[in-house]
């Protein structure tokens, strides 16, 4: 059976890179290969937790490109040359642009620290908060080149205890979503994902 050829994008400490190549290692992917990690800063700690994993890294400067177009096309023909299937957004900071989300569109996924549609963008656990709400959790979803509002894969629901600070809800999201990813990927792997419109059924 074809292994799924995945490529990772990460741009911090790589958490949530670390736990895919932890779920590949003890087979819980499904058979699918973590193939690449493209990343935005050349010191980003994800670097290094990629190269302990085994994977090749594309690392590129933002400043030495003319526009992000320019740059999503150099990273386009490197997923094209390595025969990339499906595209994990993992921590990644930058806009992605229309040169890679419409030949990715339905192989491009990303998590999101919110209920979404609840609280986009940047910051999503500290709207949460400054919001009040009492429910809040862990989205992937795919990417449609809007602020976080392609359609929902997969949500899993944190509550918010009283007097929640972001330090005491942090780990605890951050744990949700190392778990949802890696599970996310695995049924995609699998074949068992069906994208049909906005609706997304899981099997």
Same mark, same amino acid.
């Given at each position: ?12 400490? *790589? /958490? ?14 499904? *058979?699918?290969?973590? $193939?690449?990690? =493209?990343?935005?800063?050349?010191? &980003?700690?994800?670097?290094?937790? &990629? ?9 590129? +400067?933002? +400043? ?10 150099? #990273? ?10 499906? #595209? ?13 989300? $419409? ?30 709400? +009492?429910?809040?959790?862990? /989205?992937?979803?795919?990417?449609? *080149? ?12 944190? $509550? #918010? ?6 330090? /005491? ?15 996310? =990927? *695995?049924?995609? &792997?699998?074949? &068992?994902? $069906?994208?049909?419109?906005?609706? =997304?059924?899981?099997?």
């Amino acid at each position: 059976m074809a292994r799924l050829r995945v490529a990772v994008f990460a741009s911090g400490q *790589g /958490t949530n890179f670390r736990a895919l190549a932890e779920a590949a290692n003890q087979q819980r992917l499904e *058979g699918a290969s973590l $193939e690449l990690l =493209v990343c935005d800063r050349p010191a &980003a700690p994800v670097i290094e937790r &990629a190269r302990k994993a085994g994977v090749d890294a594309f690392v590129f +400067k933002p +400043k030495d490109y003319p526009s992000r177009e320019a740059h999503d096309a150099d #990273i386009l023909a490197e997923l094209r040359r390595r025969g990339i299937e499906l #595209i994990v957004l993992a921590g990644y900071m930058r806009i992605i642009t229309p040169v890679l989300v $419409e030949p990715f569109y339905g192989r491009m996924i990303n998590v999101h620290p919110s209920l979404l549609p609840a609280f986009p963008g940047v910051n999503g656990m500290r709207q949460a908060l400054d919001y009040g709400v +009492k429910l809040t959790g862990v /989205t992937v979803h795919y990417v449609d *080149g809007g602020l976080d509002s392609g359609p929902i894969i997969a949500q899993r629901a944190v $509550e #918010i205890a009283d007097g929640e600070t972001l330090e /005491t809800l942090a780990p605890r999201m951050h744990a949700t979503e190392q778990q949802l990813l890696p599970w996310v =990927v *695995g049924r995609i &792997a699998a074949g &068992a994902v $069906e994208l049909n419109g906005r609706n =997304v059924v899981v099997r």
